[in-house]
């Protein structure tokens, strides 16, 4: 489809959920959809929720997992798109089910889906230049979520640390998360994203959510460890085509030690997760919500 800016197209409400227990994630996923569409000439409006009880307008796209896209109390748009990745058979015009792995037969109700990694809602800025995922592993990075109140993170550095001595291990710190940082780890508060971060690393430790598709589209070496249900299908997606490598609290320490021995390991970690994430998710859902239109 042509993507010629125009005045005449119409507003689109962008409503998301944040905060304590939720995290980035659905800002993120948000944030890359609007990048699109503001690019296509489109008039966008972010809500985050829950800020305004109603969610109405010609055009509303819903990520939230606190409100259902489909609930006429909540929502009264012309055109409902929710992004849902909980399978909650939403009945609305379009559900977009970006984790890899996704089984779009789970969104029955919904007069369109689209569904699995080819339609993650996840972007990297062209100019960030990736350090070569086969060189040595000098720095880890490791990411649980901004809401890991549970201090997953900082048992995830330790185990890393304890067994890459020499290796600066780097923790993001989230707004919403445990602030306790482990001796010898670095703290990480990165307000506007982590693509430098993943960039200057051959090899991330990730959660199952948005972080772990933006680490992919960097060709970066990832271990993911499940810390939510809803990460499941994601993990396991990218884990059956060798897009990455799942791993446990237990077992992360030697999964990442095999991985820092093993560059041609990184390499073909890379390789697939780069193939599987093309970064034109955003487009293609933009693509869907301008058939809707028209």
């Known amino acids: 489809m042509g993507h010629a800016v125009t005045a005449k197209r119409p507003r689109v409400t962008l409503a998301f959920d944040e905060g304590p227990g939720i995290g980035l994630g659905h800002r993120r996923r948000i944030e890359a959809l ?78 369109r889906v689209l569904a699995g990694a080819p339609y993650a809602l996840a972007s990297i800025p062209s100019s960030v230049q990736p350090v070569a995922v086969d060189g040595p592993v000098d720095r880890v990075l490791i990411t649980t979520g901004a809401a890991d109140a549970g201090g997953v993170g900082a048992r995830l550095a330790t185990a890393v640390a304890g067994v890459l001595p020499g290796t600066e291990v780097r923790l993001v710190v989230g ?61 396991s997606g990218l884990s059956a085509i060798g897009a990455i490598e799942p791993a446990t609290e237990a077992t992360v320490g030697e999964v990442v030690r095999l991985l820092a021995a093993d560059p041609a390991r990184r390499a073909a970690l890379g390789t697939a997760a780069s193939a599987a994430l093309d970064g034109k998710g955003p487009a293609r859902v933009a693509d869907a919500i301008e058939e809707l239109i028209s």
């Open 34 to 111: 609007q990048h699109e569409l503001n690019a296509r000439g489109f008039r966008c409006a972010k809500v985050s929720l829950p800020e305004s009880t109603m969610i109405a307008g010609r055009v509303a796209v819903i990520d939230s997992y606190r409100m259902r896209a489909d609930d006429p109390g909540r929502v009264k748009a012309g055109i409902v798109i929710a992004v849902d990745d909980i399978a909650r058979d939403l009945a609305v015009d379009l559900v977009v089910d970006p984790a890899p792995g996704a089984d779009p037969q789970l969104h029955a109700q919904a007069v």
């Open 175 to 235: 707004p919403w998360g445990a602030g306790d940082v482990p001796p010898g780890v670095v703290p990480v508060h990165a307000r506007r994203g982590l693509a430098n971060e993943f960039a200057a690393v051959p090899l991330a430790v990730t959660a199952g959510g948005v972080s772990m598709l933006e680490a992919c589209l960097l060709g970066r070496a990832v271990v993911a460890v499940e810390i939510a249900d809803n990460q499941r299908p994601a993990i």
